[in-house]
């Protein structure tokens, strides 16, 4: 094979992050709804029979399905069977930064609107109840910032006579700031605190 051969492998290829093809998708939305003249962030409280964070505050969301057309519409699929309404009362959906997690996941945030119109009526098996906050609210917050340290365990049977310093390697420590938000007595925190602190930093940002 000579290097023009080798090289027309990579003229047509799309780069994407290394590994991507083994981490599931979820896709998510962050609510807005008018209430009174007012923008709010609609907020879940996940069920309490559910087997993962039970009784946690999330934004509506899950998991893409090849059969999605997109993670947009799967944001709003989600959305729309989480809070028992139509996907046509979802609109002028636009994506907010991606996330990726400590384990597999890539997950795909969008901020939309609900039309105030329609009433909801939360799936119970999903959902325990909702509730929203004001925007203007959130946007004047200062959350409580608290770090999470991960901790490298090789498995056993790690090789540890293959790399310079064996045993001793010196494992580079991670390190990951969780935010906590309160209203009333909510607490909002974990990946739906990241994707809300993103969601205001990019509205503060715009009107600096």
């Not at 007012?38 to 509506?60: A, D, K, T």
């Not at 989600?78 to 979802?90: A, D, P």
């Not at 991606?98 to 999903?126: D, T």
Request: proline share 7%.
């Amino acid at each position: 094979m000579r290097i023009n051969q080798l090289l027309e492998k990579f003229q047509h290829r799309t780069p994407v992050i290394l590994g991507s093809e083994q981490f599931t998708k979820f896709a998510v939305l962050l609510p807005l709804i008018e209430k009174e003249g007012e923008i709010h962030v609609l907020f879940e409280v996940r069920s309490h029979e559910m087997r993962r964070q039970p009784g946690e505050v999330c934004f509506p969301g899950g998991k893409y399905d090849p059969d999605d057309e997109d993670e947009r519409f799967t944001a709003i699929r989600e959305t729309s069977e989480e809070l028992g309404i139509s996907l046509s009362s979802i609109h002028r959906t636009f994506p907010l930064d991606f996330m990726l997690s400590p384990f597999e996941a890539m997950i795909f945030p969008f901020v939309g609107v609900l039309s105030a119109e329609e009433q909801l009526k939360p799936n119970p098996a999903e959902v325990a109840e909702v509730f929203t906050v004001p925007l203007n609210y959130l946007l004047t917050a200062v959350p409580a910032c608290h770090s999470v340290r991960f901790k490298v365990e090789p498995e056993a049977g790690f090789p540890f006579d293959l790399i310079i310093g064996g045993e001793d390697y010196n494992w580079r420590p991670r390190k990951r700031e969780e935010y906590f938000y309160v209203y009333e007595n909510r607490i909002i925190w974990g990946m739906t605190a990241r994707i809300l602190k993103h969601f205001l930093d990019i509205i503060k940002e715009a009107d600096m």
